[in-house]
């Protein structure tokens, strides 16, 4: 996996109107695109070790530790790098809580 490109913006942008301070990186994900997360032997127990912070987010479930459902039941490598990226900007202090992956 290599990140390709990170960039900051700041003011309306191409990927949110409303959010006006966002990170936008670009990865090429390499092999990493042909396995999802539960395809990966042990990788949902060592991501929960890893980040055990990550168990308030809701992801698409809608409730605490829905991210760790989603990991378990198997979810691509561009969506867990959005919620770790998202997790470290957390624990830094930081107020985020916005997240997309395309």
């Known amino acids: ?10 003011g309306p942008n191409y990927w949110s109107i409303r959010r006006h ?31 055990p912070t990550m168990f308030v987010h809701h992801c698409s479930e809608g409730h605490e530790g829905g991210f760790f459902k989603r990991v378990r039941e198997g979810t691509w490598m561009g969506h867990i790098v959005e919620h770790i ?18």
Do not use: C, H, N, Y
Not at 1 to 10: F, Q, T
């Open 1 to 10: 996996m290599k990140i390709l490109e990170i960039r900051a913006m700041r």
């Open 21 to 51: 301070k966002l990170i936008m990186m670009r990865l090429d994900l390499e092999e990493m695109e042909e396995f999802p997360s539960d395809k990966i032997p042990e990788f949902a127990d060592r991501m929960e070790a890893m980040f």
């Open 85 to 102: 990226a998202l997790e470290i900007q957390t624990l830094a202090g930081m107020d985020v809580g916005f997240g997309r992956t395309r």
